[in-house]
Nanobody, 124 residues
Framework: QVQLVESGGGSVQAGGSLRLSCSVQGITMRTVSMAWFRQAPGKEREGVATISPGGTSRSYADSVKGRFAISRDNAKNTLYLEMNMLKIEDTAMYYC?????????????????WGQGTQVTVSS
C-alpha cells in the first residue's frame, strides 16, 4: 500500500519559515514525479511546486517562486518543501502528491497518490 504522510505544518508569523516533509512508503521514489499542492478556504487546490523523479528538475508557481524550495531525498524516502518569507496568503492545507513517470504536471487531477495534508497558518 502506498502511503504519503506530511508533517511540519503549524502556525507562524508573516515573514517566518517552515519546512514541510512528506514520508513516502510503498513505492520506489525514483519512479515517481512529486509535487506539493495547497488549498485555502474558498479557493481551488493549486500546484505549489513539482519535482522530477531524480530531483534535477523543479518548477514553482509564480506566487511562491524565490521563497519556496522543493527537494527530495530518495534514499530517505522523503519529499521536502522549505517555505521562507511566508505571507498570510500562504495559509492553506498543504498536500504532497506523487504520480508515476517523469513528466511534471502542476494539476491535481494528474496525481495518483496523496497525503492527508498538513495545515500551515500564517498570521500578521
Amino acid at each position: 500500500q502506498v502511503q504519503l504522510v506530511e508533517s511540519g505544518g503549524g502556525s507562524v508569523q508573516a515573514g517566518g519559515s517552515l519546512r514541510l516533509s512528506c514520508s513516502v512508503q510503498g513505492i520506489t521514489m525514483r519512479t515517481v514525479s512529486m509535487a506539493w499542492f495547497r488549498q485555502a478556504p474558498g479557493k481551488e487546490r493549486e500546484g505549489v511546486a513539482t519535482i522530477s523523479p531524480g530531483g534535477t528538475s523543479r518548477s514553482y508557481a509564480d506566487s511562491v517562486k524565490g521563497r519556496f524550495a522543493i527537494s527530495r531525498d530518495n534514499a530517505k524516502n522523503t519529499l521536502y518543501l522549505e517555505m521562507n518569507m511566508l505571507k498570510i496568503e500562504d495559509t492553506a492545507m498543504y498536500y504532497c502528491a506523487a504520480k508515476r513517470g517523469r513528466l511534471m504536471i502542476p494539476y491535481p487531477g494528474t496525481y495518483t497518490y496523496w497525503g492527508q495534508g498538513t495545515q500551515v497558518t500564517v498570521s500578521s
